[in-house]
């Protein structure tokens, strides 16, 4: 009995370490503001980490593309990327920024394609897509624009012009079609982001583990509605929204993302 205790309390102890909630992985195109009185320079981070909990980071490989949608026109930024060391509550790891003028009025769609990255613990690939919309002088142009991506969130409501209490609707595509009940999980950036770390204060604190990444399904047109509940950037992310693909001979998650910033009505 005692040898077979000896055997099996590794077991348990591997078994515990496993069972906790595994919190959502989301790709970051991060700035401080989404709408611009007028044009300026923003900093854009480039950060593939867990936003809710300022969680373990991702190391990031040089991306596929990385570009900008301005009035219809399409803009490599690749030259621009520059590596950082980003560094969250747990570790650092290595991200990407960017520096880029905003010049003249309308809406900027920034977006990434990320090399995939192999997550061992699932024995899976993830991509993520994603995008995020920043708007200068109020004037809309580009915002609900489809920008041909493989997969990727339109929105339906100005991702840059929400009140906290506002709704967030969009629609899930991949190659320009609707995703039909795709799942979406949902996560705040709970912690500020300062250089190229995040803030150790936290903004809220989650009652129970399901508060961490909510998760919400699209309909059978590939639409889906949130109800945005405080102030911030929030991250939505259609996994699996690629179907059914394989990289390197593994099962690839290629997932849609957007980012969406709330404003508190004073």
């Given at each position: 009995?005692?040898?077979?205790?000896?055997?099996?309390?590794?077991?348990?102890?591997?078994?515990?370490?496993?069972?906790?909630?595994?919190?959502?992985?989301?790709?970051?195109?991060?700035?401080?503001?989404?709408?611009?009185?007028?044009?300026?320079?923003?900093?854009?981070?480039?950060?593939?980490?867990?936003?809710?909990?300022?969680?373990?980071?991702?190391?990031?490989?040089?991306?596929?593309?990385?570009?900008?949608?301005?009035?219809?026109?399409?803009?490599?930024?690749?030259?621009?990327?520059?590596?950082?060391?980003?560094?969250?509550?747990?570790?650092?790891?290595?991200?990407?920024?960017?520096?880029?003028?905003?010049?003249?009025?309308?809406?900027?769609?920034?977006?990434?394609?990320?090399?995939?990255?192999?997550?061992?613990?699932?024995?899976?690939y993830?991509?993520?897509?994603t995008?995020?919309?920043?708007?200068?002088?109020?004037?809309?142009?580009?915002?609900?624009?489809?920008?041909?991506?493989?997969?990727?969130?339109?929105?339906?409501?100005?991702?840059?012009?929400?009140?906290?209490?506002?709704?967030?609707?969009?629609?899930?595509?991949?190659?320009?079609?609707?995703?039909?009940?795709?799942e979406?999980?949902?996560?705040?950036?709970?912690?500020?982001?300062?250089?190229?770390?995040?803030?150790?204060?936290?903004?809220?604190?989650a009652?129970?583990?399901a508060?961490?990444?909510?998760?919400?399904?699209?309909?059978?047109?590939?639409?889906?509605?949130?109800?945005?509940?405080?102030?911030?950037?929030?991250?939505?992310?259609?996994?699996?929204?690629?179907?059914?693909?394989?990289?390197?001979?593994?099962?690839?998650?290629?997932?849609?993302?957007?980012?969406?910033?709330?404003?508190?009505?004073?």
């Amino acid at each position: 009995m005692k040898k077979t205790g000896l055997i099996l309390l590794p077991l348990l102890v591997a078994m515990l370490a496993f069972s906790g909630p595994a919190f959502a992985h989301f790709q970051l195109i991060h700035t401080e503001e989404s709408a611009l009185a007028k044009g300026e320079e923003v900093n854009l981070k480039l950060v593939f980490t867990h936003p809710f909990e300022a969680g373990h980071t991702m190391d990031m490989e040089t991306p596929l593309e990385f570009g900008v949608v301005h009035k219809e026109k399409k803009k490599d930024l690749m030259g621009k990327l520059t590596p950082i060391m980003f560094e969250s509550l747990t570790n650092e790891g290595k991200a990407y920024e960017a520096f880029y003028k905003l010049r003249g009025m309308g809406d900027y769609l920034f977006y990434v394609v990320p090399e995939p990255y192999y997550e061992g613990s699932e024995d899976v690939y993830i991509q993520q897509i994603t995008k995020v919309i920043l708007n200068v002088a109020g004037a809309p142009t580009d915002w609900d624009a489809e920008i041909g991506l493989p997969v990727e969130i339109i929105p339906l409501d100005k991702p840059y012009g929400l009140w906290a209490g506002n709704v967030f609707r969009g629609i899930v595509k991949r190659k320009g079609k609707p995703v039909p009940y795709c799942e979406i999980e949902v996560e705040y950036l709970n912690h500020d982001i300062v250089g190229n770390k995040f803030s150790k204060k936290e903004k809220v604190k989650a009652p129970q583990d399901a508060f961490v990444t909510l998760t919400i399904k699209a309909n059978k047109d590939g639409e889906f509605t949130f109800g945005i509940p405080r102030a911030g950037w929030w991250g939505f992310a259609a996994l699996g929204a690629g179907g059914d693909l394989t990289h390197e001979g593994k099962e690839l998650s290629q997932d849609a993302v957007i980012w969406v910033q709330a404003k508190e009505m004073k």
